[in-house]
């Protein structure tokens, strides 16, 4: 499975970017998620969603921001941001889980995508 990530792009705070992940392959039966990595951190998790789009999750600093969604039928997710501010900057990473994203690792990781929010 090969992950492309994309929509990343230069905001200023208060705005929004809308990043999408598309697939080689299906991953309709697959759970998501997305991740962000800032020069010299560690990649840190950032929203994940079941593989039926029934049931999401996200880390506490961006709950009532962003929304993580899909459309199976396109193999596409999609990370909506909305007011961000220039702490969400970094490179974003789309995921794939052969298992729950509930107690797994992501297996497959896509190129990223940057995201620059400037103040």
């Known amino acids: 499975v090969q992950l492309q990530a994309s929509g990343g792009g230069l905001v200023q705070a208060g705005g929004s970017l809308r990043l999408s992940c598309s697939a080689s392959?299906?991953?309709?039966?697959?759970?998501m998620g997305w991740f962000r990595q800032v020069a010299g951190k560690q990649r840190e998790f950032v929203a994940a969603?079941?593989?039926?789009?029934?049931?999401?999750a996200y880390q506490d600093s961006v709950k009532g921001r962003f929304t993580i969604s899909r459309e199976n039928s396109k193999n596409t997710v999609y990370l909506q941001m909305n007011n961000l501010t220039p702490e969400d900057t970094a490179v974003y990473f789309c995921?794939?889980?052969?298992?729950?994203?509930?107690?797994?690792?992501?297996?497959?990781w896509g190129r990223g995508t940057l995201v620059t929010v400037s103040s």
């Open positions: 969603i079941i593989w039926s789009g029934s049931d999401t």
């Open positions: 392959g299906t991953l309709q039966t697959r759970d």
């Open positions: 995921a794939l889980y052969r298992g729950s994203y509930y107690s797994n690792s992501p297996d497959y």
